[in-house]
Structures are given as structure tokens and as C-alpha cells.
């Protein structure tokens, strides 16, 4: 089968970890296995344009951000088709070219990675799909998900399902390094629609990066308590999943957000992601919580931003007390609602 040209169209969501992956193996391998809330709001939406090439030495793309020439990606997507050509042998054959854009604020401090190679592997899935027909929808999403790990680690959790596991569990049937899986068990109702409002402290670039922060888990003297750390957390999680209690999903998933940084504090070079007013708001939510018994908690990812997470039901009052409280931490006084999601969409 041979097509000349076409093009398609994806949205592919961000998601926030509650057991961190902090860590990998050569290959995108992850250290440990970690699970994710799939998040609804904050979102990458690409188009990919393709169209037959004559010289087939090469890989040719071009690639626009919010419809500008963006040519700082350029060697990331370069990178990228490097490492996926094994898989997808036709991507020497086309021209594309890749036209994104994400919903949350432009240099908002949200890593744009995850939905971002999330939502252009789903569209490479879409070509290969028009190319080999016979393919399961299985099939499809999983080697969607595992090209997107290709891409950048966290972004196999972005493809389908609202709670994601990434790497071998051993009690977590199907659950793989390749790949992200839907957590296959129970989820009590106190998890339906859970949210996630997300505070921006801090807009600038990071001062070291995620990949950077992995290498460094290389002779980090707790890594390898670490990561049997999060085996256990993962396991834990799987009953309090089921059982729907609060208490224990909020102190696992605040100790694995404190571990994570703990992680960048003792590695060698150390360095602090958080700021000032990230610890303003930790105590402002421990604060609140003692007072209110209202079950927020928070959770951190690889910067200064804090996601604050809490059941549907008690969204008023948190809402609230994020105006009234928390906006004086936030840059700009900006934060961003979301909440649980479904994972990508073919527009
Ligand atoms: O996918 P990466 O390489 O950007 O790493 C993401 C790491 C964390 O966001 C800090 C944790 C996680 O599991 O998403």
C-alpha cells in the first residue's frame, strides 16, 4: 500500500504522576514503575501534513509552534525519528510537516513533552495505520504508547485511560517498561472526576532538566532504595485504589512528590527545584487540610509548580480556598483547573 499524501490530526493530554519515575535504563527503560492521573484540560494538539519524498537519505520535516517556524525542537523530533525508525520504517519516504499548539499558557513552567510526543506519535500511529489496515485497536494504542516513550518517558502514559501504570509490576497484569497500560483493577468512586488545579510559581526555564535530573540517579547513594520505594507505593496504591481511602492516598502520594525532590537534593551535583512559595503552599494546604478535614493534598513534578489534588466533591470549598489563599503564590496570580481525563483523540 503507498499514499501520496494526507494529513491528520490529534490532541494528546499532559498527565501528573502520583508514583514518580525518576530514573531509567538505556533504551527509555524506566528505573521503577510509576502511575499517573491522565489529565483532561491542559493538552498538545498537532497536526501532521505528509506527503511523499523522492530522496530517501534523509528525514524531512518541518515543524511550526503555535503556527511560528520553531527550530529549537527541530534536534528533539530529530532524535526522536531516529530512535522510532526501527518501528516505523516508511519515515524516511515523507516530508512532514508538524503544526502544534497546547491549550495551557505558552512557557507556563507545564512540561509540554509528555502530550507533546504523546500527540505525535498518535498521529505516526494514524499513518501506519493507513499503511498496514490489519492492526487490533490494541495494537494500536499500545505501539502508540510505546513510540511516545520513545519520545520522552512520562509521554506513554499520555495515550489512553485515566489512570496509567509505566513499567513491570509484578502484581499489575500486563503492565510493562515498553509501554504504558490502563490500571487494570478497581477504582473506588472517591477517584471519579478527581481534580487537579495546578498553581504556576514559577514560569522560567528549569535549571536542570529532566534529562539531566535521570542521569543523576546513576551513583545516587538512595537509588536503589528508591526504586524499591516505588514497587511498594505502587503497591499499596493498588488497594487503597480499591478501597477509596483518602488518608492513605494522600500521605503515599505527598511522600513520593517530597521523594522525588529529595532525590535532586542528595544526588551529586544537588540542586532545589522548588521555591519559596512552593513551601508557602505545602503548608498552606497541611494547614487547611488540619482544620477542614478536607482531603487535599499535593504533588509536585520536576519544577516549582504545585499540583493540588482533591475529590470532585469537595471542589467548591478547595476552589475557594485557592482564591482566597493561593493565588498570591502563583505567578501572574495564574493557575489552571483540570481534572482527570480519558487520554487522546483523533480530531
Ligand atoms: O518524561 P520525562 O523524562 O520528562 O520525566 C518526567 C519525570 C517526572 O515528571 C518528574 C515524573 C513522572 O513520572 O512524570
Not at 490530526?9 to 525518576?22: F, G, Q, R, T
Not at 528505573?31 to 491542559?42: I, Q
Not at 487547611?288 to 478536607?294: C, L, S
Request: aromatic share 12%; glycine share 6%.
Amino acid at each position: 500500500e503507498s499514499i501520496e499524501k494526507g494529513h491528520f490530526a490529534w490532541s494528546a493530554p499532559s498527565n501528573i504522576a502520583l508514583v514518580k519515575y525518576w530514573g531509567k535504563k538505556d533504551n527509555q527503560i524506566p528505573a521503577n514503575p510509576s502511575v499517573s492521573f491522565t489529565l483532561n484540560n491542559c493538552k498538545t494538539i498537532t497536526k501532521l501534513a505528509f506527503e511523499k519524498k523522492t530522496n530517501l537519505d534523509n528525514f524531512s520535516f518541518d515543524l511550526f509552534f503555535e503556527g511560528k517556524p520553531k527550530e529549537d525542537f527541530k534536534p528533539k523530533i530529530q532524535k526522536f525519528f531516529e530512535r522510532i525508525e526501527i518501528y516505523l520504517p516508511f519515515l524516511k519516504d515523507y516530508h512532514f510537516t508538524i503544526d502544534t499548539q497546547n491549550t495551557f499558557p505558552h512557557s507556563s513552567g507545564i512540561a509540554s513533552s509528555a502530550s507533546g510526543m504523546a500527540a505525535l506519535a498518535m498521529n505516526l500511529m494514524s499513518l501506519e495505520k493507513s499503511l498496514n489496515p490489519v492492526m487490533t485497536e490494541d495494537y494500536f494504542y499500545q505501539k502508540a504508547s510505546l513510540l511516545a516513550r520513545l519520545g520522552s518517558g512520562s509521554a506513554c502514559r499520555s495515550v489512553k485511560g485515566q489512570l496509567v501504570v509505566w513499567g513491570n509490576q509484578a502484581n499489575i497484569e500486563g503492565s510493562s517498561d515498553l509501554f504504558g497500560v490502563e490500571f487494570p483493577y478497581t477504582v473506588h468512586e472517591n477517584f471519579k472526576n478527581y481534580q487537579d488545579t495546578i498553581l504556576l510559581v514559577d514560569k522560567g526555564e528549569k535549571q536542570v532538566s529532566s534529562t539531566v535530573g535521570h542521569d543523576l540517579m546513576y551513583n545516587h547513594p538512595y537509588a536503589e532504595r528508591r526504586f524499591t520505594q516505588a514497587h511498594e507505593n505502587l503497591d499499596s496504591l493498588i488497594t487503597i485504589f480499591e478501597n477509596g481511602d483518602l488518608e492513605a492516598f494522600i500521605q503515599l502520594v505527598e511522600s513520593e512528590a517530597l521523594t522525588l525532590h529529595a532525590m535532586m537534593m542528595t544526588s551529586m551535583p544537588y540542586y532545589i527545584l522548588m521555591k519559596p512559595n512552593t513551601l508557602e503552599i505545602i503548608n498552606a494546604i497541611w494547614k487547611f487540610r488540619n482544620q477542614t478535614q478536607i482531603p487535599v493534598c499535593f504533588t509536585l513534578d520536576a519544577g516549582a509548580n504545585v499540583h493540588v489534588l482533591y475529590p470532585n466533591k469537595d471542589k467548591e470549598n478547595v476552589l475557594q480556598f485557592i482564591k482566597d489563599e493561593l493565588v498570591g503564590y502563583c505567578q501572574n496570580e495564574q493557575y489552571i483547573c483540570d481534572e482527570i481525563g480519558n487520554g487522546a483523540m483523533l480530531l
